[in-house]
């Protein structure tokens, strides 16, 4: 089976970093997607990672260790607009797509 | 571009009727796919297509029919509804492989009494 764990819930204020950490379980591993979906609204694609290391982006970083089933998003100078839930997901195979439960991220002023 | 457009946006039925939900784009994506999403279950795949005429199965297909006979349009396909099945569908589509960037289509959101 498969299996991806992520907070339920992160909260911070503007200006602060946050991390949402993502572990995952797999019969198989191509890469690691994040994803932002405000409420309403549709996932937005942010960053893959397939090798390990760091991707930036911006305000915001993808980092992946594949020999710990490990990674991160991080998204720095928080601003409101950034309250969302964010997903991690596994590509599986060459085909497949499966996503974490969500995180949602509450920015307060 | 219209990007992914999805049809309707809302949709109530009761148990045991059918419908298609409809999902296009015009930006002649290979991949596209379909995913449920549940309170605190995430997106779940349902079904995939990695061009016209190959579809395949995702994480929970059951009750769900798909079929890819052009680029553009991927429908899906409840063929008995029940309750079980309320929730919101999201169509997906990407240029090449699932790993390029997954353009979501706005979602349908369906109640099935």
């Known amino acids: 089976g498969q299996s991806l764990e992520q907070p339920s819930e992160v909260t911070a204020v503007e200006g602060a970093i946050v991390q949402i950490n993502c572990t995952y379980q797999t019969s198989g591993f191509y890469g690691l997607s994040w994803y932002q979906q405000h409420d309403g609204g549709a996932p937005t694609f942010l960053s893959y990672?397939?090798?390990?290391g760091l991707e930036e982006t911006g305000r915001f970083s993808s980092f992946l260790s594949r020999s710990d089933s490990y990674g991160y998003l991080l998204l720095q100078e928080l601003q409101m607009k950034d309250s969302a839930s964010y997903f991690c997901a596994v590509r599986i195979n060459t085909d497949k797509l499966i996503f974490g439960t969500g995180t949602r991220l509450q920015v307060f002023p | 571009n219209a990007g992914v457009t999805q049809t309707p946006k809302f949709q109530v039925l009761k148990t045991g009727q059918s419908m298609t939900l409809q999902c296009a784009q015009d930006m002649n994506h290979e991949y596209m796919s379909w995913y449920r999403q549940d309170p605190g279950m995430g997106l779940r795949l349902i079904h995939y297509s990695v061009g016209a005429g190959i579809t395949d199965q995702g994480e929970v297909p059951n009750g769900y029919n798909v079929s890819r006979s052009t680029t553009e349009d991927f429908p899906l396909r409840l063929l008995s509804a029940a309750p079980s099945q309320t929730s919101v569908y999201f169509c997906?589509?990407?240029?090449?492989?699932?790993?390029?960037?997954?353009?979501f289509g706005p979602g349908t959101r369906l109640t099935v009494l």
């Open positions: 990672n397939a090798l390990d």
């Open positions: 997906a589509s990407s240029y090449g492989e699932v790993t390029d960037t997954q353009y």
